[in-house]
C-alpha cells in the first residue's frame, strides 16, 4: 500500500510540478528544501471473517502537504486531494479523502517552520 501510494503521487504531475520528488514516508529529509509531501499511517486494521483473514486491510493515511507559504502548502494540498480522491488500481482498491487540518510546524524560530495542510485518507486495499 505505501509504495503504490507514493508511486500515485509521483505519477501525478500536478503533484511533482510542485514538490518534485520530494514525497516520503515518516519525515522530510533534513535540509531538503520545501515544498514537500510527508506521508504517515496512522492506522491500519486487516480483515477478518469468521473463516479468518479476507485479504482486504483498511488504513488511515495522513498526508501532510508542506512549503514555505500557506499558498504553496495549500495548492500542494489540493494537487494531492485530487490525486487521491476516489483513485483505484492495483492493490489499492479506494482511497477516500476523510478530512484536513492547517497549521504550522513546530520550532523555536517562527520564520524557519513550514506551512502544513494535512489530509487524512481512508485506503481500502488487497493484502494478498
Known sequence: MEEELRARLLATASVTAI?????????????????????RVISDVEGHTLKGRNGVA?????????ADSYGGAKRLARAVRAALSGYRGGLLQAVLFADAREGR???SNEADRPFRVSLDFFVHYTTT
Not at 516520503?24 to 506521508?39: D, S
Request: proline share 9%.
Open 58 to 66: 483498511h488504513a488511515r493515511v495522513q498526508i501532510d502537504c508542506q
Open 105 to 107: 510546524e513546530g520550532g
Open 19 to 39: 514538490c518534485g520528488t520530494r514525497i516520503n514516508w515518516g519525515a522530510h529529509p533534513q535540509g531538503a528544501p520545501w515544498p514537500g509531501v510527508i506521508l
